[in-house]
């Protein structure tokens, strides 16, 4: 069964550097997400991306965030100057055309030192 | 402005009881999805069910069931004869079409934790 893929487990990385997190998306989907979770807190939205442009940002997706699709299977989630609040977990999600569930990729976990 | 409430922080139960998580909504839309998934303690989010707001059918689906209910805005889950292999964080979220991205929001989850 396709699944969607997110590398690396674990991240960690001191304040102030720039990390890019990797999702490869279910091959046949066409919307993408990324998503964070604070540990033991609920899941929050960050982007959307579809037709290879950003078709939703959240407040927290602030101009330290960027996405990107390089190529026709990663997608990935840029955070240029890592603060300490963003260490959580990073779930990247994808979904067919017309239909409506999200598949969530397994999430990487950010640690900011 | 979409919300979504699960009154419910956490739900102890002993195996083979039955349980439901509730789930109370809000959204000025009048299409939109509902959604469960579920968080086990390996931390993925697993799919499990999706309603339309225009289909009020309840779905079983082997030990599972929803109830959803427009009149009061919620989408109940029940676990039948509960078992270890349940225990998790339950999530429910909504999802409007209007605004494009079809974007889910969360409630906060309910963690079930059920005994042997």
């Known amino acids: 069964e396709p699944e969607v893929t997110q590398t690396p487990s674990h991240q960690v990385t001191q304040m102030g550097q720039e990390v890019i997190l990797r999702c490869v998306p279910i091959?046949?989907?066409?919307?993408f997400y990324w998503y964070r979770q604070i540990l033991g807190q609920k899941v929050e939205f960050l982007v959307s991306f579809y037709n290879n442009e950003i078709s939703e940002k959240s407040e927290i997706f602030d101009d330290q965030f960027s996405v990107e699709r390089p190529d026709g299977s990663n997608f990935t989630l840029k955070i240029r100057s890592t603060k300490l609040e963003d260490s959580a977990m990073y779930f990247c999600a994808s979904r067919m055309d017309r239909v409506y569930e999200q598949y969530f990729g397994p999430g990487t976990r950010l640690t900011v030192t | 402005a979409q919300k979504v409430t699960q009154a419910q922080t956490e739900i102890s139960v002993v195996e083979k009881e039955d349980v439901t998580l509730d789930c109370v909504y809000e959204?000025?839309?009048?299409?939109?999805?509902l959604f469960w998934y579920k968080q086990p303690p390996s931390g993925e989010l697993v799919f499990l069910i999706r309603?339309?707001?225009?289909?009020?059918q309840n779905e079983i689906s082997g030990r599972y069931s929803w109830n959803f209910q427009k009149s009061t805005s919620s989408f109940n889950f029940t676990i039948t004869a509960s078992q270890v292999v349940d225990s998790a964080v339950y999530f429910c979220?909504?999802?409007?079409?209007?605004?494009?991205?079809?974007?889910?929001?969360f409630g906060k989850g309910t963690k079930l934790t059920v005994n042997p």
């Open positions: 979220a909504l999802s409007e079409t209007q605004g494009g991205s079809e974007k889910l929001v």
């Open positions: 091959s046949n989907h066409l919307y």
């Open positions: 309603r339309n707001s225009f289909d009020e």
């Open positions: 959204t000025r839309d009048t299409t939109y999805y």
